[in-house]
């Protein structure tokens, strides 16, 4: 196997911020979500696809800051609109600037289910705000839930310092799984305010599912047959899969939709979008504001991704990449006879390793991923990746060249 990396700085930041920083690193960036000793931990820069540890490593970045990045890093017309926003306008003010209504507009016109829409920060905002909202219109509690929905109270894994009565009511169904749906609606469906789901299925550390055919069209007529509301989670899904979300490939339009992540080009700023009815409960009986949820750099930032995505057809080019991409390694799987699975293409692509009763699969996970990272691919072993527009031809050649030589050394073991 190659040499490994050189992380000495990345390991004198990650002990001295342990001095300052409860655990360091937040959350999904800490270094056991990654093979331990190999990544680096701290990035110091980036361009395009690549980015640069703060030791000077040069990697293909296919993680994309867990989304965000759809064109590239520092893409230079996304950010000198902001720069233009900071210096010409500026972007924190006590009122509203007029980009929101641009954007608002925008939005109504890409994304298929799209009557109104409010601007958050986060996916974590705006997936609570959809809750709250259908909450607010149909005056229940309960909400039945699929996919991860952020860190909120109400649907984080981890349960520490949460009431239990701030989760109570919430639900978790399977995904693609629509008799569990089913069980879960004949006990709470009066109940039900609203049943959220991301359109794909992407468990961490599981491959990436695609709806079953009418899967997507059944959940909404069950959501609905009882009275709630429907609402997609697309804050990964949209605009990767189509500028108009999963909803859109998909032909399901559901009553409430939450975007985030990719809409900025890493710009922090989501949306909540919706049929006019339910989302006018925020105009009396649901409270939204925060100081910072009307900031205009980030709006700045989504204009200009979004209009850059229409002129050159980023989605399509995304997706023709990802396909001859999963094509590859699909190919690749079957010549090594590696027991592992591509999913998730053309848009979340992931390389997972087969469950075998001797667990043998984390050790051919841990020699895989740390080849990869060897020679410079930056991958997450339990998440899946993304392609990005700037993402070129060589640099697919080269990845796929390295997945190749990575296969056939874990062949060995
Ligand atoms: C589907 C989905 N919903 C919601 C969230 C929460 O978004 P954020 O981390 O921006 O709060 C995420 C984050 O990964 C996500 O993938």
């Given amino acids: 196997m190659v040499q490994p990396l050189k992380l000495e700085t990345s390991d004198k930041l990650y002990n001295e911020a342990l001095e300052l920083i409860p655990g360091a690193i937040l959350g999904i960036r800490r ?46 017309s996304i950010d000198n609109a902001v720069i233009e926003q900071i210096q010409d306008k500026g972007f924190c003010f006590s009122l509203t600037q007029p ?27 705006a997936t609570t705000t959809a809750v709250r909202i259908a909450r607010g219109y149909t005056n229940r509690t309960k909400i039945l839930r699929c996919g991860y929905h952020g860190w909120h109270d109400w649907c984080v894994e981890v349960k520490g310092g949460i009431p239990t009565k701030l989760y109570e009511d919430v639900f978790e169904f399977e995904y693609n799984n629509l008799a569990d749906l089913e069980a879960l609606m004949v006990v709470h469906g009066n109940e039900v305010a609203g049943i959220i789901i991301t359109p794909l299925g992407h468990p961490l550390a599981h491959e990436v599912q695609m709806p079953k055919p009418g899967y997507l069209k059944a959940v909404k007529d069950l959501a ?34 939450v975007f985030g992540k990719a809409i900025a080009n890493g710009y922090p700023v989501s949306a909540v979008v919706g ?12 409270f939204l504001s925060s100081t910072f949820f009307s900031n205009s ?46 999913s ?18 984390k050790t051919l996970r841990n020699t895989f991923y740390t080849s990869l990272i060897r020679q410079k691919v930056f991958l997450q072993p339990y998440h899946h990746g993304y392609i990005a527009y700037r993402h070129t031809e060589e640099d697919l050649t080269y ?3 390295v997945i190749r030589k990575s296969f056939l050394e874990i062949k060995q073991l």
């Fill in 31 to 76: 270094p056991y979500n990654f093979v331990v000793g190999e990544y680096p931990i701290f990035f110091d820069n980036a361009k395009g696809g690549k980015v640069y540890d703060v030791d000077g490593n040069e990697y293909l970045d296919y993680l994309c800051a867990y989304g965000p990045i759809i064109i590239g890093h520092r893409e230079e």
């Fill in 99 to 125: 980009i929101q209504n641009q954007l608002a507009k925008k939005l109504k016109s890409i994304i298929p289910s799209c009557e109104k829409c409010v601007f958050v920060k986060t996916g974590s905002d």
């Fill in 224 to 257: 609905h047959k009882y009275g709630a509301v429907l609402i997609f989670d697309e804050i990964r899904t949209g605009f990767r899969v189509t500028l108009g979300g999963a909803q859109q490939e998909f032909g399901v339009s559901p009553d409430l939709s």
């Fill in 275 to 286: 049929k006019k009815e339910i989302m006018d409960v925020l105009e009396h009986d649901v």
């Fill in 297 to 342: 750099l980030a709006q700045v930032a989504a204009m200009a991704t979004i209009e850059m995505m229409e002129r050159e057809d980023v989605l399509g080019v995304i997706r023709k990449k990802g396909n001859e991409f999963g094509k590859a390694v699909e190919d690749l799987i079957v010549d090594t006879g590696v027991p592992c699975t591509f």
């Fill in 344 to 361: 998730g293409g053309p848009w979340v692509p992931f390389i997972t390793f087969n469950h075998d009763p001797e667990k043998k699969y």
């Fill in 399 to 401: 990845t796929l060249d």
